[in-house]
């Protein structure tokens, strides 16, 4: 599967971006999908994820709260919804795909086969 993300871009503390991943094959429904990101000089880090329903949602305790990860299946979609944003946000966010069934969506990368390109998030002070 290709994905492809996009809607990063320069926003103000307190400001909000919505991330978009279009992914492309037929059985994007069946993924789980999470979103992932490295700032500078930093390992990258989960930030939330999908299961392939929608029904079930992780995120990391440092955007629970301000983040918020949807799905469309039918238009093959995965979006991120950030609100309150704050410097620290700033990172490449890279959106990911698991093709595996495992019953709920994992938060460790490695449990993600394909990876799209990332987009900038720069959050200034």
């Known amino acids: 599967v290709q994905l492809q993300a996009s809607g990063g871009g320069l926003v103000q503390a307190g400001g909000s971006l919505r991330l978009s991943c279009a992914a492309s094959?037929?059985?994007?429904?069946?993924?789980?999908m999470g979103w992932f990101r490295q700032a500078p000089g930093k390992e990258r880090e989960f930030v939330a994820a999908?299961?392939?329903?929608?029904?079930?949602?992780y995120y990391a305790d440092s955007v629970k709260g301000r983040f918020t990860v949807s799905r469309d299946n039918a238009k093959n979609t995965v979006y991120l919804q950030m609100n309150s944003l704050k410097p620290e946000d700033t990172a490449v966010y890279y959106c990911a795909a698991d093709r595996r069934s495992r019953g709920a969506p994992a938060t460790i990368s490695s449990a993600y086969d394909s990876w799209g390109q990332g987009t900038q998030v720069t959050v200034s002070s």
């Open positions: 999908i299961g392939w329903s929608a029904y079930t949602t």
């Open positions: 094959g037929r059985t994007f429904s069946s993924y789980d």
